[in-house]
């Protein structure tokens, strides 16, 4: 069966598509002022300053959201957060952020009233440089830290890590994500089940322990490293492109062995499906 395009029909299309056009940028322009995206249709922006006397300790706990955290030379703690509802306006009222602080520390709450809420608070954290980030944890979203500071505690369970640390401590543990890290100084323990471990490092100073289970382990640094090496994958292969003095049997899964002296730090890398390497920068 052939079909014909009519002209008549062609134009009452086409009007037709005006008009619906119209509506559309109508509807959009009354909605603008909740509208955010697709997803989360209306918005909340909460603040709060808190002036401390010295460097202490910052935790904060999230659900649904991102975090993202800068160090300052400024004596203060700075809270930026945005509280988003996906299908009702008044779902933002079943969010509360709660803010307990003293002296030199302070800590930040995220309570949903309700379970189940199809809602998210994204935050934008400054604090003093030096402050240790007792712990900074979400359950669905990413974590980005970069500064310095006395020491870190960064957990999510859906999301990725990423940033440039300076801390004496660092523990960083996702279950589903990546965690990707530049210029890290300090003891490090780095784990994710489901995702990849990228590291940038002018040197490697302190322990070094990474370990995932689906992902890969790429560490890049500028200085030949001195202490002993030990890199671990079940079904992968091993890359290295520093001299390693290797102890016991060598294969394309296992490498253990000396780096310069050997006296330096420990640098441990584990993984079960996906390869390892230790390259030059």
């Not at 800068?70 to 969010?95: C, F, G, H, Q």
Request: with cysteine; net charge positive; charged share 25%.
């Amino acid at each position: 069966m052939k079909y014909r395009w009519l002209p008549e029909f062609s134009a009452r299309f086409s009007f037709l598509r005006i008009i619906m056009t119209i509506f559309l940028a109508w509807a959009s322009g009354s909605a603008c002022v909740d509208f955010v995206d697709a997803t989360y249709r209306y918005e909340e922006a909460f603040s709060q300053t808190i002036q401390v006397k010295e460097p202490g300790s910052f935790s904060l706990s999230n659900i649904n959201g991102s975090v993202t955290i800068v160090s300052s030379p400024v004596m203060e703690v700075s809270i930026k957060a945005t509280r988003y509802a996906r299908w009702r306006k008044e779902d933002l009222n079943k969010i509360r952020i709660e803010v307990v602080s003293g002296e030199k520390s302070v800590l930040v709450e995220t309570i949903h009233e309700k379970r189940n809420l199809q809602v998210k608070v994204d935050y934008e954290i400054t604090v003093p440089e030096n402050m240790a980030l007792e712990l900074v944890r979400t359950v669905n979203g990413r974590l980005a830290v970069n500064g310095r500071f006395d020491r870190a505690s960064l957990r999510t369970t859906n999301g990725s890590i990423s940033g440039n640390i300076r801390a004496d401590w660092l523990e960083a543990s996702t279950t589903n994500g990546s965690i990707e890290l530049r210029q890290v100084r300090g003891k490090c323990s780095l784990r994710t089940t489901n995702g990849s471990i990228r590291l940038e490092l002018d040197e490697i100073s302190s322990d070094l322990d990474a370990r995932t289970t689906n992902g890969s382990i790429m560490v890049r640094v500028k200085a030949q490293p001195d202490g002993y090496f030990s890199a671990v994958t079940t079904n992968g292969s091993i890359r290295v492109e520093y001299p390693v003095t290797v102890e016991g049997q060598l294969s394309r899964r296992r490498v253990e062995g000396k780096m310069g002296s050997g006296q330096g730090p420990r640098i441990e890398l584990r993984t079960t499906n996906g390869s390892i390497s230790l390259l030059k920068f």
